[in-house]
């Protein structure tokens, strides 16, 4: 738990250079916190914290059923505080948990949640999006995949992996278009795709400048 709390940022209200409750650029874990641009909107880029229960409550109810389903597998009607908190406190020294917001400025408003859990061995990691529905095809889960993928590297990580709905065409289109491979002997049941960190570097500059993505340099 030290760990965790050891992690979040010191959020000063309103004193960063920018005026933001977040100071820019690279912590000490070397996270990068940022401005991003995403199709004529700005968002807010930076890893989640324990502060941000509240907003990850908030940012799952306000999903519909279907993107609840396709998240977490099931359909999930609540959920609970302790839960919330358990998806916050990401130990992001092992783990890596991302969330874009749309104004990191008073109350946090979450758009979109991209993580990576680190398997045993360290040389592989699950993956898991949600972008809020009004958010979609605007490159926010491709973004994600590259930051993650950026911090995958540093660390040492070689290879993501994702187990996918049959029917989640989204999720496996954002594998595949990043270089990866189903790699499902069955695909009645949940589908495996598997893909290089190195994949989604390469192809990562082009996908940015496709989407006219782009870091807000404060
Ligand atoms: C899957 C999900 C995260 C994609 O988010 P997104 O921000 O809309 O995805 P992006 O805009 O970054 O798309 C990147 C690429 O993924 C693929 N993709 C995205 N949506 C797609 C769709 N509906 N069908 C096929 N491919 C799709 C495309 O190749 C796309 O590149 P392109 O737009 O240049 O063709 C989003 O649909 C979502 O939150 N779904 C519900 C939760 C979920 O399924 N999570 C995954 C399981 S953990």
Request: proline content about 3%; some cysteine; glycine content about 8%.
């Amino acid at each position: 738990m030290r760990e965790i709390f050891a992690n979040v940022r010191v959020m000063k209200k309103l004193d960063a250079k920018d005026g933001s409750c977040f100071p820019m650029g690279a912590g000490d874990d070397g996270i990068e916190t940022s401005w991003v641009h995403f199709q004529n909107r700005r968002l807010f880029l930076r890893p989640l914290n324990p502060e941000d229960m509240q907003a990850l409550l908030e940012f799952f109810y306000s999903h519909d059923a279907e993107t609840v389903r396709l998240r977490y597998g099931y359909h999930r009607d609540t959920m609970t505080r302790e839960a919330a908190a358990k998806l916050v406190s990401v130990d992001q020294n092992k783990d890596h948990a991302l969330g874009i917001f749309a104004d990191p400025y008073g109350h946090a408003e979450l758009r979109a949640i991209g993580r990576y859990y680190l398997d045993a061995g360290g040389k592989s990691a699950e993956v898991a999006f949600v972008v809020h529905e009004a958010n979609r095809h605007a490159g926010i889960a491709g973004f994600l995949l590259g930051e993650l993928a950026t911090v995958a590297k540093r660390r040492g990580v070689l290879e993501f992996w994702a187990s996918v709905m049959p029917e989640n065409r989204a999720m496996a289109g954002l594998f595949i278009a990043a270089g990866g491979v189903e790699s499902t002997s069955d695909v009645t049941v949940e589908r495996e795709f598997r893909i290089p960190v190195d994949s989604i570097l390469k192809s990562r500059k082009k996908f940015l400048e496709r989407k006219g993505i782009f870091r807000i340099k404060q």
